[in-house]
């Protein structure tokens, strides 16, 4: 397995809450940077939320602060997306990928590799 696995999408009311997974069989979470990104059908993919080695290192779309959270379980090699107070302008397919920390801003998609093959959230008014 060289991709990250995503798992935990599924369809949830206005106001509700979901916890995205992202999993890797072989590689450690634990010098890595990552990131969650988002496609709803005919827009580009955007960052959500990513997460470097440090404490402390996270970052988030303004669109989604406050309401998302991103951590991480180094010992599971497992990257967590808590989102709350879901909106419908949430639904997409989710995806996580990782990228060399010193390759850009974290929101920038290009420099990420081993795309997961997503998770699909759905976000009813």
């Known amino acids: 397995q060289v991709q990250w696995q995503e798992s935990g999408g599924g369809v949830v009311q206005a106001g509700g809450s979901l916890r995205l997974s992202c999993a890797h069989s072989e590689f450690t979470t634990r010098s890595r940077c990552l990131g969650w990104f988002r496609q709803a059908p005919g827009k580009e993919r955007e960052g959500v939320a990513g997460?470097?080695?440090?404490?402390?290192?996270?970052y988030y779309a303004d669109s989604v602060r406050v309401r998302f959270t991103i951590s991480k379980d180094n010992a599971e090699n497992t990257v967590y997306l808590q989102m709350n107070s879901l909106k419908p302008e949430d639904t997409g397919m989710y995806y996580c990928?990782?990228?060399?920390?010193?390759?850009?801003?974290?929101?920038?998609?290009?420099?990420?590799?081993?795309w997961g093959q997503g998770t699909q959230v759905t976000v009813s008014s």
């Open positions: 997460i470097g080695p440090a404490a402390g290192d996270t």
């Open positions: 990928a990782e990228r060399d920390c010193w390759s850009g801003p974290w929101f920038s998609a290009g420099p990420y590799h081993f």
